[in-house]
């Protein structure tokens, strides 16, 4: 069992940033790959982006590449999401996910733990 707290959300005019925070407990952090998903009212959880096990692979949604970048701590069993140009189609509640498996596996939905979420909202 993992379980995952997400913070840093809240609300930020366009083009500002914000970095996402998700602590990891339970079993070994290190040996999950770790992701972020968006959800908008109204519409499906997406995937955002994922890093492996080991920091050496990461992949970004199309919408955010170059904007946002994923990183984690083993040390501190922290996952980071850093925002930055962030456009009010941002906005959503951000969720962190973990998933003994791959990126491609991850973001499938179908066996990730995941937090409680985190509301960013971006204004015009």
């Known amino acids: 069992q993992v379980q995952l707290v997400e913070s840093g959300g809240g609300l930020v005019q366009a083009g500002g940033s914000l970095r996402l925070s998700c602590a990891a407990s339970g079993r070994t952090f290190s040996s999950y790959t770790m992701g972020w998903f968006c959800q908008a009212p109204g519409k499906e959880r997406e995937f955002v982006a994922a890093i492996s096990w080991n920091s050496e692979y990461t992949v970004y949604a199309d919408s955010v590449k170059g904007r946002f970048t994923i990183s984690r701590d083993t040390a501190k069993n922290t996952v980071y999401l850093q925002m930055n140009s962030l456009k009010p189609e941002d906005t959503a509640v951000y969720y962190c996910?973990?998933?003994?498996?791959?990126?491609?596996?991850?973001?499938?939905?179908?066996?990730?733990?995941w937090g409680q979420g985190t509301q960013v909202t971006v204004s015009s």
């Open positions: 996910a973990a998933v003994y498996g791959s990126a491609s596996y991850l973001s499938r939905k179908v066996d990730n733990y």
